[in-house]
């Protein structure tokens, strides 16, 4: 699979907007900021193919890739935002909740990717996100980003303090490419799955 023959497809603030590709889909969520869309970028060796380095809690959408005409990236909106109101909150759940409802129920491979800052502890907003793939059937992966910044014995202790909670954990690194093979391999895997 090329996956530097990526495209945008859609973005939507709501569910009933949306129009899913039927394909399999690799989703990536994760607290404000800690890189999903950069990791999207780096998947796909694409630098503006998803928007990078708005300033925290902007993106309230969900956004779509398609890459190759065979496997759907899905950049959800960051969560963790302090700043954000209560019912921006709510509008955020019900829409992930939809969301991966749809997409767990579909006879087609889906895969999560939970995106996290290498350097932080896992926040509570983190195992919400969990349950709510594990909640629609969705397996996930963790993403430990930012990994550049570790020194090799904080990599070592991160990795293992992330995978007590969410099982596998990649470490990645957007800015100099690490972890980007192993999530290529994953979407290379939900698609001869889905054959
Ligand atoms: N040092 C370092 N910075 C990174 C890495 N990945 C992303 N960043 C930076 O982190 C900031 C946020 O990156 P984004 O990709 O926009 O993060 P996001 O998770 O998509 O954020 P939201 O869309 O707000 O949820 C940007 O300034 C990126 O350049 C990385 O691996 N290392
Ligand atoms: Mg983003």
């Known amino acids: 699979m090329n ?5 945008f497809l859609t973005t939507a603030a709501r569910l009933a907007d949306l129009e ?3 394909l399999p889909s690799l989703v990536f969520a994760g607290r404000s900021n800690v890189g999903k869309s950069s990791l999207i970028n780096l998947l796909t060796g694409r630098k503006g193919l ?3 380095g708005s300033s925290p809690g902007k993106t309230t959408n969900v956004n779509l890739f398609c890459v190759d005409g065979s496997l ?4 959800l909106p960051g969560y963790g935002y302090a700043r954000r109101p209560h019912d921006e909150r709510e509008r955020w759940a019900r829409l992930i909740d939809s969301f991966l409802a ?3 129920n579909r ?5 999560g990717v939970i995106v996290l800052d290498g350097r932080i502890p ?3 907003s983190d195992r919400v996100m969990a349950d709510y793939f594990r909640s629609h059937r969705i397996p996930y992966v963790a993403a430990a980003n930012k990994c550049e910044k570790l020194k090799s014995a904080e990599r070592t202790a991160a990795e293992r303090r992330f995978a007590e909670v969410f099982g596998t954990v990649l470490l990645c690194s957007a800015e100099t490419g690490l972890g980007a093979d192993e999530l290529r391999s994953i979407g290379e895997m939900l698609i001869h799955n889905g054959r």
């Open 20 to 22: 899913l590709p039927e």
């Open 3 to 7: 996956y530097q023959n990526a495209e």
């Open 72 to 75: 759907m990236l899905c950049d």
């Open 102 to 104: 749809v997409v767990g």
């Open 107 to 111: 006879k087609l491979p889906a895969m």
């Open 50 to 52: 998803a928007r990078v």
């Open 122 to 124: 896992v926040q509570d």
